[in-house]
């Protein structure tokens, strides 16, 4: 007598299909996808490193070698104050890479809050966040930027001010937490709309589903079904855009850093001795050549990245 061949007897372990591993092997297929995610693993070692690894200190000055091209003691060169330039384009991948993943953690929160909450409700719910999306969508951003800035700044300094005159303590005096807050606010206001809108539509094709209903007829609260069934099941595509806006955040930052409404020397930025590079452009090539290059592999590594995980979570891509 023959016994019935269940399926997990047919089925060996090491034949199973893993959803993420397959991922993992179309990522690793795709030579472009590989060479952004190495670039940014670079990146960040650089960034978390980046005290131990850099040649000098960032702010160190050398007057009797202002505006020296690439050498061996200075790779990048030096800029006119006799700082290496290497060593303020390390420090600038930390200042890139905070600001990266803070703004696109905040917008990214927002954004999925608001779109699930629009997508599962529904009605006039999502009619107003919806409404809303649009309308921050409108304004245009570096408007926007500078309106926070300019509005927010003053007050803050002077309440920083007061606080040093009060206690004497010196951390009242570090400038740069005003910048790397407003910087972190007025962009996370920019990038959130996307999200929002991505997470609703993927939320619209969740809600009806069965195992959604059936965890209504449970009797759950919408917020526990939101958490536990519908947002999970709709971070597929988010994951793809978070990578790509990883780079976006960071070409953001350098683009008001260079037009000085984000973080401002002597805090190393790209943006910021992007700047200070075109300036003397024809001169000294090498203060406008290194930071822009840096800031532009990362974006293109950043995209290669995004479009590779699309093609291997997405499944409509898939081939067989």
Not at 62 to 91: C, K
Not at 106 to 115: D, E, M, P, Q, S
């Amino acid at each position: 007598m023959t016994m019935p061949v269940t399926l997990s007897a047919a089925v060996e372990p090491d034949e199973q299909v893993s959803l993420w591993r397959d991922a993992w092997h179309r990522l690793r297929a795709n030579r472009l996808a590989v060479f952004g995610l190495c670039i940014v693993v670079i990146l960040v070692f650089v960034a978390v490193a980046g005290p131990w690894i850099s040649p000098y200190d960032f702010l160190s000055q050398d007057l009797e070698a202002t505006n020296q091209g690439p050498s061996m003691a200075h790779w990048f060169g030096t800029d006119d104050l006799g700082r290496d330039v290497l060593s303020r384009v390390i420090y600038g991948a930390r200042t890139a890479l905070l600001v990266a993943v803070v703004v696109t953690g905040i917008a990214l929160a927002i954004g999925v809050t608001l779109g699930a909450i629009a997508g599962y409700v529904g009605g006039r719910v999502d009619a107003v966040i919806m409404w809303v999306t649009d309308m921050v969508m409108s304004v245009p951003s570096l408007l926007l930027v500078v309106v926070i800035n300019t509005s927010l700044k003053p007050p803050l300094s002077a309440f920083m001010d007061a606080r040093y005159l009060a206690t004497h303590n010196p951390i009242w005096r570090q400038t740069i937490w005003i910048d790397f807050v407003l910087v972190f606010g007025s962009m996370a206001l920019i990038l959130w709309p996307p999200y929002a809108r991505l997470v609703r539509a993927q939320v619209l094709s969740i809600r009806n589903r069965n195992y959604v209903t059936a965890a209504r007829a449970l009797g759950l609260t919408p917020g526990l079904i939101l958490r536990r069934y519908v947002v999970p099941n709709a971070l597929g595509p988010v994951i793809v855009a978070v990578s790509a806006g990883l780079g976006t955040a960071m070409v953001l930052e350098s683009a008001f850093s260079f037009l000085g409404v984000g973080v401002r020397p002597p805090t190393p930025s790209w943006g910021n001795m992007i700047s200070d590079g075109l300036r003397v452009w024809r001169t000294y090539p090498h203060l406008l050549a290194a930071p822009a290059a840096v800031l532009g592999l990362a974006t293109v590594a950043f995209s290669f990245l995004g479009d590779g995980l699309n093609d291997a979570l997405n499944p409509r891509q898939w081939r067989k």
